[in-house]
């Protein structure tokens, strides 16, 4: 089993920064990847952006060059760094970790960020 707790959503003004973190805990060797996905009021969830161990990143195309995704194994720990916040960024935000060959992932709780001015 994995855990994940996520910190770090608030309430910022558009333009600005916020920074996600989220830590695994629990038989954590066997993750492979770790994503940020988010789900906007009235929305489906969707995918934000992903790392493998290896380090290998991938973001949707409405983020790109503006989140930065990054992981420290040591600290079993992936961080979003969002810049350039927008209003339609808002959203709760949620992490997940898939282990290698499986299809089902674990699931942290969601963390809130709102971007308003």
């Known amino acids: 089993q994995v855990q994940l707790v996520g910190s770090g959503g608030g309430l910022v003004q558009p333009g600005g920064s916020l920074r996600l973190s989220c830590a695994a805990s629990?038989?954590?060797?066997?993750?492979?990847?770790m994503n940020w996905y988010r789900q906007a009021p009235g929305k489906e969830r969707e995918f934000v952006a992903g790392?493998?161990?290896?380090?290998?990143?991938g973001y949707a195309d409405s983020v790109k060059g503006r989140f930065t995704i990054s992981r420290d194994n040591a600290k079993d720990t992936v961080y979003l760094q969002m810049n350039s916040l927008k209003p339609e960024d808002t959203a709760v935000y949620y992490c997940?970790?898939?282990?290698?060959?499986?299809?089902?992932?674990?699931w942290g709780q969601g963390a809130q960020v709102t971007v308003s001015s």
């Open positions: 629990g038989i954590i060797f066997r993750i492979n990847t």
């Open positions: 790392i493998t161990r290896s380090g290998t990143t």
């Open positions: 997940n970790a898939l282990n290698y060959g499986a299809t089902i992932p674990y």
